[in-house]
């Protein structure tokens, strides 16, 4: 047996043959990058649309009391929840003391003070409900809303007035 010759195709004496360019194949590319670019640009701008002429929410104006009961259509549940029209609708962003399962006194009557506050909140005019912000309800089966007037989160005015405080993803305690 003599000396293994190897074999490549498109070389001389060792040598790579120059590349030619896949012309057929460049053309067909660049055909359709306009046609991929018109889409792209389209279907941005049908969203920018979109959201533009989304109605910001669901506008309420109606008089709110404290929930006594459960054939209260539209009513404050507690500082960080209501219930409008039936659907109860949780507060997005904030926490506050419980008033139905308190680990102390203290933090019950801070929850009634939130409470008293958010009916006040509610009724000093017409407000926004807020969706679109990450997951629609909680393990409870609330919705996760903003209540917004004028611009401003009705939960924000309770953290600012000391009765909340920001959510992060666990109840702290209110107690101590």
């Given at each position: ?13 060792g040598?790579?043959a120059?590349?030619?360019p ?5 053309r ?6 306009p046609l991929v670019?018109?889409?792209?640009g389209s279907?941005?701008a ?5 959201l533009?002429a989304?109605?910001p929410g ?5 008089d ?6 459960k054939r ?6 507690d500082?960080?929840t209501?219930?409008?029209r039936?659907?109860r609708?949780?507060l997005?962003?904030?926490d ?9 006194a ?8 939130a409470?008293?506050r958010?009916v006040?909140?509610?009724?000093e005019?017409?407000f926004?409900v ?9 393990v409870y089966?609330?919705?996760?809303r ?10 924000d005015?309770?953290v ?8 992060n ?8």
């Amino acid at each position: 047996m003599g000396a293994v010759i190897s074999f490549r195709r498109g070389t001389s004496r060792g040598r790579s043959a120059p590349r030619r360019p896949h012309t057929h194949r460049n053309r067909r590319v660049s055909a359709f990058l306009p046609l991929v670019l018109l889409i792209a640009g389209s279907a941005i701008a049908a969203l920018l649309v979109t959201l533009e002429a989304r109605p910001p929410g669901l506008l309420v104006s109606e008089d709110f009391a404290v929930c006594r009961g459960k054939r209260q259509p539209s009513c404050v549940l507690d500082g960080d929840t209501i219930r409008y029209r039936g659907e109860r609708i949780r507060l997005l962003g904030i926490d506050t003391p419980e008033i139905f399962s308190p680990e102390c006194a203290s933090e019950r009557e801070r929850g009634l003070r939130a409470t008293s506050r958010l009916v006040e909140l509610v009724n000093e005019g017409p407000f926004e409900v807020v969706a679109g912000f990450g997951r629609d309800r909680d393990v409870y089966g609330r919705q996760l809303r903003l209540l917004v007037r004028e611009g401003r989160s009705l939960g924000d005015v309770l953290v600012d007035e000391g009765l909340a405080r920001r959510w992060n993803g666990r109840r702290g305690g209110w107690c101590g």
